[in-house]
């Protein structure tokens, strides 16, 4: 049986079908008998926020080193880790954390590939696929109520708990070696109230070396968070269940808290470019980022002085990686690449079938609006909008397109 001890989990259901379906704009309308129709700013005849938490479905990614695996009596991607399909299952968001799609290649260009770091022609972690997955998250309702005014995104945004950083299957420990309060949160655990396993999410778009906008990090808790993988136990998973669902099973925000569908992925040497340039030693593409290194290749060479970034050398795909505007451009290039392969041929080398993500507008028509989980959004003047394939919640400050609000804001 595999273990996770060489494993590199990097910044990650029920089969959800996703249709496209355009959202369009109008000029500032109440909705009072139609409250799927999306004006400039609405307003709905359904009051404050709900006492339960309604379900939200959005999209995040992964970095990391393993290839997803295809089951095909089960029809979806699993990890290659482990032996039964419960468990494959299980490992994909076995406490693990994830990024926003805006984001997805923050890590890999802040940590993974600067010169400086790669050893052995090898990138750090070894990270090779950006995988893409469809989330859907009812949060416990003790945890919204605890953390109702969600006011600075940095510390955790509307809809979630704050961000807590995993690392091996656990939560990364303080530097005492205790776990953070959130975290101890879980369970209610060292002191803390128990708030149940819920989905962390907060705003990290001020890296120096890689600003990328409306990059959210999310923490995904599952069975016993403050143990490694290798350490996990059957009676620690069973006294601390976790958020992750069994396939097949809702979340409902006590029995468990989120669900999960790899919808496909695509190798980062053919996002870079890398196997799309002749190597000059045999007149052949390169097969991969070890054999551009070997052969003197730099992917990515910067130095970061005094809160700036100077480019030394690299591929034109990382090229002004100190800009917003620029990393933008590189988070949709990253889409428009992935839907283009999965257009050409979707079927992966074992089988499996991958699917085109879905827009930000089609995730934000299938989910509730944003003051029926908050109420900050239900009581916002000009309500709130869901923004990015990561449907967060803004809170808008003018009758902008997408913004709805109940009537309690009124």
């Given at each position: 049986?595999?273990?996770?001890?060489?494993?590199?989990?990097?910044?990650?259901?029920?089969?959800?079908?996703?249709?496209?379906?355009?959202?369009?704009?109008?000029?500032?309308?109440?909705?009072?008998?139609?409250?799927?129709?999306?004006?400039?700013?609405?307003?709905?005849?359904?009051?404050?926020?709900?006492?339960?938490?309604?379900?939200?479905?959005?999209?995040?990614?992964?970095?990391?080193?393993?290839?997803?695996?295809?089951?095909?009596?089960?029809?979806?991607?699993?990890?290659?880790?482990?032996?039964?399909?419960?468990?494959?299952?299980?490992?994909?968001?076995?406490?693990?954390?994830?990024?926003?799609?805006?984001?997805?290649?923050?890590?890999?260009?802040?940590?993974?590939?600067?010169?400086?770091?790669?050893?052995?022609?090898?990138?750090?972690?070894?990270?090779?696929?950006?995988?893409?997955?469809?989330?859907?998250?009812?949060?416990?309702?003790?945890a919204m109520e605890y953390y109702t005014n969600a006011?600075?995104?940095?510390?955790?945004?509307?809809?979630?708990?704050?961000?807590?950083?995993?690392?091996?299957?656990?939560?990364?420990?303080?530097?005492?070696?205790?776990?953070?309060?959130?975290?101890?949160?879980?369970?209610?655990?060292?002191?803390?109230?128990?708030?149940?396993?819920?989905?962390?999410?907060?705003?990290?778009?001020?890296?120096?070396?890689?600003?990328?906008?409306?990059?959210?990090?999310?923490?995904?808790?599952?069975?016993?968070?403050?143990?490694?993988?290798?350490?996990?136990?059957?009676?620690?998973?069973?006294?601390?269940?976790?958020?992750?669902?069994?396939?097949?099973?809702?979340?409902?925000?006590?029995?468990?808290?989120?669900?999960?569908?790899?919808?496909?992925?695509?190798?980062?040497?053919d996002v870079v470019g890398i196997t799309s340039m002749?190597?000059?030693?045999?007149?052949?593409?390169?097969?991969?980022?070890?054999?551009?290194?070997?052969?003197?290749?730099?992917?990515?060479?910067?130095?970061?002085?005094?809160?700036?970034?100077?480019?030394?050398e690299g591929l034109d795909f990382w090229a002004n990686?100190?800009?917003?505007?620029?990393?933008?451009?590189?988070?949709?290039?990253?889409?428009?690449?992935?839907?283009?392969?999965?257009?050409?041929?979707?079927?992966?080398?074992?089988?499996?079938?991958?699917?085109?993500?879905?827009?930000?507008?089609?995730?934000?028509?299938?989910?509730?609006?944003?003051?029926?989980?908050?109420?900050?959004?239900?009581?916002?003047?000009?309500?709130?909008?869901?923004?990015?394939?990561?449907?967060?919640?803004?809170?808008?400050?003018?009758?902008?397109?997408?913004?709805?609000?109940?009537?309690?804001?009124?």
């Amino acid at each position: 049986m595999k273990t996770f001890s060489t494993m590199s989990f990097i910044m990650g259901t029920t089969m959800l079908a996703i249709v496209d379906r355009t959202v369009t704009a109008s000029s500032c309308k109440v909705a009072t008998d139609s409250p799927g129709t999306h004006g400039t700013t609405e307003t709905t005849p359904t009051g404050p926020t709900s006492k339960s938490f309604q379900t939200v479905t959005s999209l995040q990614a992964r970095v990391q080193g393993d290839m997803p695996q295809w089951n095909a009596d089960n029809q979806r991607f699993v990890s290659e880790y482990y032996t039964t399909f419960d468990e494959q299952y299980r490992a994909v968001l076995d406490t693990v954390n994830m990024a926003a799609v805006e984001g997805a290649l923050k890590y890999v260009q802040a940590e993974c590939i600067n010169a400086s770091v790669v050893t052995e022609c090898e990138r750090k972690n070894n990270i090779q696929y950006v995988v893409f997955y469809q989330t859907t998250i009812v949060q416990p309702a003790a945890a919204m109520e605890y953390y109702t005014n969600a006011t600075n995104e940095y510390d955790f945004a509307i809809e979630y708990c704050p961000y807590v950083p995993m690392q091996g299957g656990q939560c990364e420990p303080n530097p005492d070696g205790t776990f953070p309060d959130v975290c101890n949160q879980y369970a209610g655990t060292d002191g803390q109230p128990k708030l149940g396993f819920c989905v962390g999410g907060s705003l990290q778009d001020n890296e120096v070396i890689a600003p990328y906008p409306h990059n959210y990090w999310f923490s995904f808790p599952n069975s016993c968070p403050q143990e490694l993988w290798d350490d996990k136990t059957d009676a620690c998973r069973e006294e601390n269940a976790g958020g992750l669902c069994p396939l097949g099973v809702e979340p409902d925000g006590e029995t468990c808290t989120f669900a999960y569908e790899v919808l496909g992925y695509i190798p980062l040497d053919d996002v870079v470019g890398i196997t799309s340039m002749v190597n000059p030693q045999t007149n052949n593409n390169y097969a991969n980022y070890t054999e551009f290194c070997e052969a003197g290749g730099v992917e990515f060479s910067v130095l970061i002085a005094e809160g700036e970034v100077t480019w030394l050398e690299g591929l034109d795909f990382w090229a002004n990686p100190g800009d917003s505007a620029a990393n933008a451009g590189r988070a949709e290039e990253l889409v428009t690449m992935y839907n283009e392969l999965v257009e050409k041929n979707p079927v992966t080398t074992d089988g499996g079938l991958m699917r085109r993500l879905p827009t930000a507008t089609s995730l934000a028509a299938i989910n509730p609006p944003c003051y029926g989980n908050s109420k900050v959004c239900a009581n916002a003047e000009f309500g709130c909008k869901r923004s990015y394939r990561s449907q967060i919640c803004e809170v808008c400050t003018s009758n902008d397109s997408g913004c709805v609000k109940s009537y309690q804001s009124d």
